[in-house]
Every structure is written in C-alpha cells, then in structure tokens.
C-alpha cells in the first residue's frame, strides 16, 4: 500500500522560509512522478496546484503563483521529495500536500493524482 507522509510545516514570519518534505513508502518511488498542492479551506478555495517533478528530476512545472519563490526537487535513493519555499507571505497559509502519479505532465487535475499524502500545516504570519 502506498503511503505519503509529508513533514516540515509550521509557523513562519511573512518573508522566511520552509522546506517541506513527503517520504513515500510501499512502492517504488522512482516510478512516479511527484507534486505539490495546497488548500486553503477557511477561505473556500479549491486544492491548488503548486509544482510537479518527473521521476528523475530531469522535468519540473510551477504555478505561477508560486514561481521564483518555491523550489520542487526529489532524492529517490530516501523515497523523497521536496519544496523549498522562500519568501513566504500570509497568503501562502495553508495545508500543503504531497501527491504521487506514474506518468508525469503539466497539468496536474486533482482527480489525475493516485495517492494523497495527509498534508501538514503552513501558516505564515504577517
């Protein structure tokens, strides 16, 4: 059974740093390409699409909201990928997400992804 188990969320003032982390298991993680989404649900909004990663890093897309600021990588030898986000403003508070699917693309519907990470918090104080 696949599982996603993201870390690394917390609390940050607007203008600082995170990096979040999404460890798979139960698969073979180098078969899969990898994303980030985030969801907002105080605000109403839908899960929003982040950034993608192919299976070997050699592909990567952004949203343009995040653009410049935040940076998708992966290390398969740990089963895991990465966001560093910099830069951070209030705006970005929100549950940040991991997601997982074989072929890797630009566009990234939700109901395209296979496996859900259980997501992790980031608020960002102003």
């Known amino acids: 059974q696949v599982r996603l188990v993201e870390s690394g969320g917390g609390l940050v003032q607007a203008g600082g740093s995170l990096r979040l982390s999404c460890t798979a298991s139960g698969c073979t993680f180098s078969a899969y390409a990898m994303a980030w989404f985030r969801q907002a649900p105080e605000k109403g909004e839908e899960r929003e699409f982040l950034?993608?990663?192919?299976?070997?890093?050699?592909?990567?897309t952004y949203a343009d909201s995040v653009k410049g600021r935040f940076t998708i990588s992966r290390r398969n030898a740990k089963n895991t990928e990465y966001l560093q986000m910099n830069s951070l403003k209030p705006d970005d508070t929100a549950v940040y997400y991991c997601a997982a699917k074989r072929f890797y693309s630009n566009a990234w519907p939700t109901n395209s992804v296979e496996y859900w990470g259980q997501g992790t918090q980031v608020t960002v104080s102003s």
């Open positions: 950034a993608a990663i192919s299976w070997n890093g050699g592909s990567t």
